[in-house]
């Protein structure tokens, strides 16, 4: 084990804590998360998590919030942090008003793979009880605890014609290098629903991110493109506004407005006033709940 007192007076006295090299070379991670991850990675040596308040990394990385924002997200996206809300004891707080603290998990850390636990053993004999402490080595297991539910007992993850089917949709977005544990994660997080993945493809799209499969998996767990954001709609222009609302709709949902449209008025489904007035009922829609990309 690391002591204080075997790096008194050297740079690594306060801390310190491991980078990985293929991190630190990925050309797809931007300069900015690359050093976020590197001071996050220099306090999170114990335990694997790092608790540095967001103005404490502001002020020692001279960055704006918005900056340390946008390289949070994207180690989110690429799977490599996850942010913990802690609750503050009352008597550590320095601002009533704030009760939570994020804690900055990295999930590849070494920290977070190993964990240095003490078992006490005893003697089963009849002579006197005497124990001895032996350290193991236990490795954490990361799996999500099991649900009372069988939602997951009843997905088929072995289905040929489904695999062949979301192969082809991730091919005809550009999304290469998918192997089989990226399979299974995508129709897991999915639950199986290609039109969930194909709107996940839009709304990656639309905000313009790397067509990465790591990306859409994260994406997938998080439900990110379900989250909606309040902004003045005036920024949007008409034709961006019909794309945010079509991103959060079935194929089913948007043929079925259009035939209902179509039927009111007497037009061809795929006529120009069907389709304008589809855009128009969007735009409404965009305009009432106040939402944004």
Known sequence: ??????????????????IPKKIMCDKDLSSNAKLLYAFLASHS????????KKTTINHLLGWGESRTDKALKELKLRGLIQVEKYLIPANERTNPKQRYRNHYVLTNSLANVIEISIKETKKEDEKPKESKVEVVKKVKENKPQKKDNTDSAELDLNDPKFDKKLK?????S?????NQNTMKNIKKHSHGSLEEVEKVIKYMKLKGKLMNPAILVAILKDKDHLISE?????????????????VQMTEKEIESLKQKIANQNGFDISSNP????????????????????
């Open 230 to 246: 309040i902004v003045k709609p005036k920024k949007l222009t008409r034709k961006e506004k019909v794309e945010v609302m079509m």
């Open 1 to 18: 084990m690391f002591t204080v007192e075997q790096f008194k007076g050297t740079v690594y006295e306060n801390g310190f804590g491991m």
């Open 274 to 293: 069907v389709n304008t007035e589809f855009e128009n009922i969007l735009c409404r829609r965009f305009n009432k709940e106040n939402i944004t990309i």
């Open 168 to 172: 082809e949709t991730l091919e005809s």
């Open 45 to 52: 040596f114990n335990g694997g998590k790092a608790t540095p």
């Open 174 to 178: 550009n999304i290469k290098n998918i």
